[in-house]
């Protein structure tokens, strides 16, 4: 069985999420920039012309590096929490491997899967992403530790769909 990860849609949400802080400091970078004379002329009048000027540099340039960083940072967080989660459907069980530094794997048998429901937000359906829980039997739905293993918080809404299906058809399958 392959290996299969949660769908781009999943880098590009993690993306839009890590990023955003990075899009914000460019935008004020951007307009410290543009109003780079203004202030200047501001700030002269405290610091005298010359440190107005090597003040409102270092302030610009602290602004783009930060931006840099930012962005660099949201960038790399975004690829290692997609590459973070994946799941291998078996012939009695999938597979769910979480976790960049410590890994966990968990196998869940089809014959205890009691349900499989898909939950999307607004935000969620604009991405075309959802979150995926897998209910086993003798899963409390408020036990966060039992709910935990069988769930994907962002996934592909097609990916989960194909994956609700495919493990309704192997459940029936194994039961039967």
């Not at 769908?7 to 400091?25: D, E, H, S």
């Not at 200047?40 to 840099?68: P, Q």
């Not at 408020?142 to 493990?167: M, P, R, S, W, Y």
């Amino acid at each position: 069985m392959q290996e299969q990860k949660l769908g781009l849609r999943v880098y590009y949400y993690y993306l839009y999420k890590k990023i955003l802080i990075g899009i914000v400091f460019l935008l004020l970078s951007i307009i410290t920039l543009i109003s780079k004379e203004v202030i200047v002329s501001k700030i002269s009048f405290i610091f005298g012309a010359d440190l107005a000027i090597n003040i409102t540099s270092y302030l610009i340039n602290g602004l783009f590096i930060i931006t840099f960083l930012s962005l660099a940072i949201g960038i790399l967080l975004s690829w290692l929490s997609y590459v973070s989660c994946s799941f291998i459907l078996d012939e009695f069980s999938i597979l769910i491997k979480k976790g960049i530094l410590s890994k966990k794997t968990v196998s869940i048998p089809y014959k205890q899967i009691q349900d499989i429901s898909i939950e999307q937000s607004f935000s969620n359906r604009m991405m075309g992403v959802c979150k995926l829980a897998i209910s086993t039997a003798g899963n409390d739905t408020h036990d966060n530790i039992g709910e935990a293993e069988g769930v994907f918080d962002i996934i592909d809404i097609n990916i989960a769909k194909e994956l609700q299906n495919t493990i309704l058809q192997k459940n029936n399958t194994v039961k039967a």
